[in-house]
């Protein structure tokens, strides 16, 4: 089983529609991040959490450390949201920063 | 404020040979790390280095290393290349230090074609 499992791996929408991506993990953790990734490759960090709820425009964030869960969601979606958006957690253990675990991502496509 | 800066961003090399590819973060970030990104694997972590001192690495054979310079650029080297090890290759820098996890900003990756 992955350290760190997404939800759903792939997504399709109508513009306008709610969207909810979700991130399960197994391991202690210091933070946890949500990453964008455009055809073509480049990375580009969404949110950094390590408790509660952050927004920025039409995405938002949560964080249950005790449910080890976090969700993005992206409302009024539009086609430029279009991406694969991925869950990494920087693991925590023996009082220190540990590596990165990604998740495999989900493929978003939002329809015109 | 210029951003992650990764070069080269296309090679092509065969089997047996070895590379060398450099990460240039943004101004005033002491931490680089580094990450291998393949179709079967997505994104795995290589791995992390803050002050020239690797603090973190990833599950990978000792044919990848990597360093970081007294200012903050970070090299990664891979020797005796294989087909395997064609992926696109990230680097990301963060104000992260001691106890802090700070927020990646990455560069647009080295895509290496091992032939």
């Known amino acids: 089983k992955n350290e760190v499992e997404q939800s759903p791996q792939n997504l399709t929408a109508q513009e306008g529609e709610f969207i909810t991506i979700n991130c399960s993990y197994s391991v202690g953790i210091s933070a946890l991040h949500w990453l964008q990734q455009h055809p073509g490759g480049g990375i580009v960090s969404l949110f950094m959490l390590s408790s509660g709820k952050k927004k920025h425009g039409r995405l938002i964030a949560t964080i249950n450390i005790q449910e080890k869960h976090s969700s993005l969601h992206i409302t009024a979606s539009h086609p430029r949201d279009s991406a694969v958006y991925i869950c990494?957690?920087?693991?925590?253990?023996?009082?220190?920063?540990?590596?990165?675990?990604f998740g495999k991502g989900t493929k978003l496509s939002v329809k015109p | 404020k210029a951003g992650v800066t990764q070069t080269p961003r296309y090679l092509i090399k065969t089997r047996g040979q070895q590379v060398t590819l450099s990460c240039s973060p943004i101004?005033?970030?002491?931490?680089v790390s580094w990450y291998q990104q393949t179709p079967g694997q997505g994104l795995q972590f290589l791995f992390e280095y803050f002050s020239e001192t690797q603090r973190n690495k990833g599950n990978f054979p000792g044919r990848f290393s990597g360093r970081q310079f007294s200012n903050s650029r970070s090299e990664m080297n891979v020797s005796t290349l294989e087909l395997g090890d064609s992926a696109l290759y990230l680097c990301?820098?963060?104000?992260w230090g001691t106890g802090r996890p700070g927020e990646l900003f990455f560069g647009e990756g080295s895509r290496l074609t091992v032939l």
């Open positions: 101004s005033g970030h002491r931490s």
């Open positions: 990494a957690v920087r693991s925590w253990a023996g009082g220190s920063q540990g590596n990165l675990i």
């Open positions: 990301a820098s963060s104000l």
